[in-house]
Each structure stands twice: as C-alpha cells, then as structure tokens.
C-alpha cells in the first residue's frame, strides 16, 4: 500500500512569490491533516479535512494560506504571497475514522516525508 | 489540550532497555496517550496508542499508571536505528482523529 505522499520535497522561491505544495494521502482515508514546522520550533498542526470540509482550520496563520482538497483526495497548500517566516517543513498526514466511536481514541495518523520550504 | 513534559535527550546502547517518561498532570478523563516517532528528513511515525494499564506491540511497550500523570514509553534491545526522536502525545480526541499537539519530544541517541 503506497504512503502519503507530497511534492515536491523541496522547493525554494523569493519573497513575494507564490507556492503549491500537494499532498496525496492514503487511498480511502477521508481525513487529512496539514502541520508545518518552523525551524528550530515544534511540529504545529495547520488544518484538518473530512473528506473535501474543512474541520478544523485554527492553525492556519494567516490568509495567505490557501487550503483546498476538491473531491476528497489530494489536497494542495499554497502561499501566496510567501514572506520569510513561512519558511520550514510542511507535513501532510491522514488516517481512516474508527471502524467503533464509542472506544476510539486519537487513531494513527500516517505521515508524509513533508516538503521543505525556503523562502529567501 | 494536556501539556507534556518530556526529557529533551536520552542516550543509550545497542541491545539495552531504554524508557523514556512523559509527564501529563492535566489529563482529562477522555484523553489518549499516543507516541510517535520521527527520523531526520521524514515524517513522524506512529508507535503505540493507550489510555491505561499496559499496551504492548511488535515493536513497544506503553505503560501508564493508575493515576493516568504519566506514562513510559519502552523500546526494548535498541538498535543504532532506534536513534530518533520520541513524542508523547496526549489529547482529547472522540471517534475521528483530530489535530495532533507535539513537544520538543526526546532526542534518543544509540551508541554501540
């Protein structure tokens, strides 16, 4: 069974410019998560799809993030315009909802290898 | 969301036991304790997953006492590629898998 996957795995652009980074999760997982990693800081969750609705959206920082999953499979993240600070390393996971709510706990998400943006 | 607390580094040998604690005061009653790890340049990796006593798989142990403060993550015989980093995680998620809140996590280093 194929992975997450993203693309690309590195990309370096100016300030100003605009960036699509793409996620395609696992094969029938309805939920995808974004996270993203600033240097030298945590692993901060961005947003969260159910299928093709936004979730939950209270990390996006700002609206120059662009999330957007058409028809429930892949999933793209743009930056338009890109600063300085944007710079760091964007993960894509997703996981299935429990087969039985009533004793599930967080699930296992599954993560892709993230894409490593450099803004200069 | 329960705040954890983690050693910043541990170090070990190939072949030893290691554990590595997290603490978690203000877990709430339907938070679950998840573990993940990640090497360089990929994404994180689910371990194990548990909300009490002791949960074993193929490749960890998970202990959490009574109380539910704490837990233990448990690698047993370590290998050079154990070296990574180590998160504890903990959350109140219900059915669907939601937002995942990471540490700083535990810098795990093998040595022969």
């Known amino acids: 069974e194929a992975g997450v996957t993203q693309f690309p795995s590195h990309s370096v652009i100016e300030k100003g410019q605009t960036v699509t980074l793409r996620c395609d999760p696992i094969?029938?997982?309805?939920?995808l998560y974004w996270y993203r990693r600033v240097m030298g800081k945590e692993i901060k969750f961005l947003l969260h799809f159910v299928k093709e609705s936004k979730q939950d959206e209270s990390g996006m920082p700002n609206n120059r993030f662009l999330a957007e999953r058409t028809g429930g499979t892949y999933s793209t993240l743009k930056v338009q315009p890109a600063e300085l600070e944007d710079s760091g390393v964007y993960f894509c996971?997703?996981?299935?909802?429990?087969?039985?709510?009533?004793?599930?706990?967080?699930?296992?998400?599954?993560f892709g290898p993230g894409t490593r943006l450099t803004v200069t | 969301l329960a705040k954890t607390t983690q050693p910043i580094s541990m170090d070990s040998y190939e072949g030893q036991e290691v554990n590595i604690t997290c603490s978690h005061n203000?877990?709430?009653?339907?938070?679950?304790i998840t573990w993940y790890q990640q090497f360089p340049s990929q994404g994180p990796r689910f371990i194990i997953q548990g909300y009490k006593t002791k949960v074993t798989n193929e490749v960890a142990s998970l202990f959490i006492p009574a109380d539910r403060k704490s837990s233990t993550l448990s690698l047993p015989r370590v290998s050079l590629s154990d070296t990574a980093v180590y998160y504890c995680?903990?959350?109140?998620?219900?059915?669907?898998?939601?937002?995942?809140?990471f540490g700083t996590g535990t810098r795990l280093q093998v040595t022969l």
């Open positions: 995680l903990v959350g109140p998620y219900t059915g669907t898998a939601s937002k995942l809140t």
């Open positions: 203000n877990i709430a009653t339907n938070d679950y």
């Open positions: 094969s029938g997982h309805d939920n």
């Open positions: 996971a997703s996981s299935q909802d429990a087969k039985d709510r009533s004793k599930a706990g967080p699930g296992e998400q599954y």
